[in-house]
């Protein structure tokens, strides 16, 4: 008898960078320059727009479909979802000027921004799992969205600046926690402190 031959087994290392940090960043620059607009710096013009389809938008579903192979759950969730929010934005204002639909209702626009709001507070649960930096993120958005659906119900514009305030903040939390990421695998060490969470 001869004695079989032992199967191969074959070891698959999967050394797919960590997209985290374009998410982030994609993410947190077109939220710093849309809310500059909402604090009343500037008007809505074709900066915002181009930054919410290919940074804010298209940057980041390829962010969450990279989180996909690398098997991460939330972050596929999260990248690809915020992804299309920009675009969706994006889409709720140049559609009609196009000429494709009737303008969004201000009804419409509470129940938009109040539908992301939820979603974004139910994200925030899953953060708890993850890191400080990203409970601030998605804590801020959720007060951000929520903030912006006071100010279209109310229709104060004081409660429209504040938000964008505090969205610069978010977005600037967001910046921070991506170029944190980078860094830190950078340099082996943490150089910007993200809070990691201690798991049981």
Request: glycine content about 12%; charged content about 10%.
């Amino acid at each position: 008898m001869t004695e079989s031959t032992p199967p191969i087994v074959a070891v698959v290392t999967n050394e797919t960078a960590n997209p985290a940090p374009l998410g982030l960043c994609a993410f947190g620059m077109t939220t710093v320059l849309l809310n500059i607009h909402n604090a009343g710096f500037f008007e809505m013009n074709s900066m915002i727009l181009a930054m919410g389809i290919f940074y804010g938008g298209l940057a980041q579903v390829i962010a969450g479909i990279i989180e996909a192979k690398k098997n991460n759950t939330f972050g596929l969730t999260a990248f690809t979802s915020y992804g299309f929010f920009w675009l969706s934005l994006v889409g709720l204002l140049v559609m009609p000027k196009l000429g494709w639909a009737a303008p969004a209702s201000e009804a419409a626009m509470i129940a938009y921004l109040s539908i992301w709001g939820v979603f974004t507070f139910l994200l925030f649960f899953g953060t708890l799992r993850l890191n400080r930096a990203l409970q601030f993120v998605f804590g801020s958005l959720t007060i951000l969205f929520f903030l912006l659906v006071a100010g279209d119900v109310t229709g104060n514009a004081s409660i429209k600046h504040f938000a964008g305030y505090e969205g610069i903040i978010c977005g600037a939390s967001a910046i921070y926690t991506g170029i944190a990421n980078v860094l830190n695998e950078m340099y082996g060490r943490v150089v910007l402190p993200i809070g990691p969470v201690k798991t049981a």
